[in-house]
């Protein structure tokens, strides 16, 4: 069974960082297209950051370019998350996703995990 976890959500000011972490278990991470998404109450999940299938290259959401970092490491089934210089825009519940096609979009995600709370104060 495929499952995603996240990790490393919280509060923190604005300008400061958080990692994120997301463990894949049941399945190999270069098995899928990987990528960050973030949600707040009453509006539309949306897109941070990816990886295609089988590409090393990262997408970024445009206002989170040169903040934020997308990487992964194959032999620990992870990917990650560095967000640096934080807004409080950028408050929201992260969620981490797995797609078997080549592109991973809200509507292409066959695995989500559970969320994470990031909270940037101003």
């Known amino acids: 069974q495929i499952q995603l976890v996240e990790s490393g959500g919280g509060l923190v000011q604005t300008g400061g960082s958080l990692r994120l972490s997301c463990v894949l278990s049941?399945?190999?991470?270069?098995?899928?297209?990987m990528g960050w998404f973030r949600q707040i109450p009453g509006k539309e999940r949306e897109f941070v950051a990816r990886?295609?299938?089988?590409?090393?290259?990262?997408y970024y959401r445009d206002v989170v370019k040169g903040r934020f970092t997308i990487s992964k490491d194959n032999a620990q089934n992870t990917m990650y998350l560095q967000m640096d210089s934080l807004k409080p825009e950028d408050t929201a519940i992260y969620y981490c996703?797995?797609?078997?096609?080549?592109?991973?979009?809200?509507?292409?995600?066959?695995?989500w995990g559970q969320g994470t709370q990031v909270t940037v104060s101003s």
């Open positions: 990886f295609n299938l089988r590409s090393n290259i990262p």
């Open positions: 996703a797995a797609s078997r096609t080549t592109n991973v979009l809200t509507t292409t995600a066959n695995y």
């Open positions: 049941g399945s190999t991470l270069t098995n899928y297209a």
